[in-house]
């Protein structure tokens, strides 16, 4: 049996896919992005942080994974360095004279800056 090789068999019928992922897996992916921000959002309004920043966390791996990027209005509402959704309680938000929308992190001290629409005549 030192010398037998092994025959390899294929599907003929279904052929293997390659490359980029398929339209469907990647609206299944946004709207479970979705989902895990309006699990987030509920976590942190019952005052469980941990579990909003964990559902913040798996958002953020999924986005990776399937090249999904985040709407601008989820960008605004989580910390790119904790990943903890802003509220009134962890973060700090303030409108610039020249147009920006500064939000500050109280839990680790991290400002984003965002432009804000009607800073375009500037």
Same mark, same amino acid.
Do not use: H
């Given at each position: ?6 025959? %390899? ?7 293997? $896919?390659?490359? $980029?992922?398929? !339209? $469907?897996?990647?609206? *299944?992916?946004?709207?479970? @992005? ?7 959002? /509920?976590? #942190? ?6 579990? !909003? ?8 791996? *999924? !986005?990776?994974?399937? =090249? ?7 960008? @605004? ?5 904790? =990943?903890?959704?802003? !509220? #009134? @309680? ?11 929308? *500064? %939000? ?5 001290? =991290? @400002? /984003? ?5 009607? #800073?375009?005549?500037?």
């Amino acid at each position: 049996m030192a010398g037998v090789k092994k025959r %390899v068999t294929y599907n003929l019928f279904m052929p293997r $896919r390659r490359g $980029r992922r398929t !339209s $469907r897996q990647e609206k *299944i992916a946004r709207e479970r @992005i979705s989902v895990l921000f309006e699990m987030a959002k /509920s976590f #942190s309004t019952n005052g469980d942080l941990e579990g !909003s920043k964990r559902f913040i966390e798996l958002a953020r791996l *999924i !986005s990776k994974r399937y =090249n999904q990027r985040f709407t601008k209005a989820q960008r @605004i509402s989580i910390c790119r360095s904790c =990943n903890t959704l802003f !509220s #009134s @309680i962890n973060s700090r938000f303030r409108f610039s004279p020249k147009g920006w929308k *500064i %939000v500050t992190c109280l839990d680790c001290g =991290n @400002i /984003s800056r965002f432009k804000t629409k009607d #800073s375009d005549s500037n």
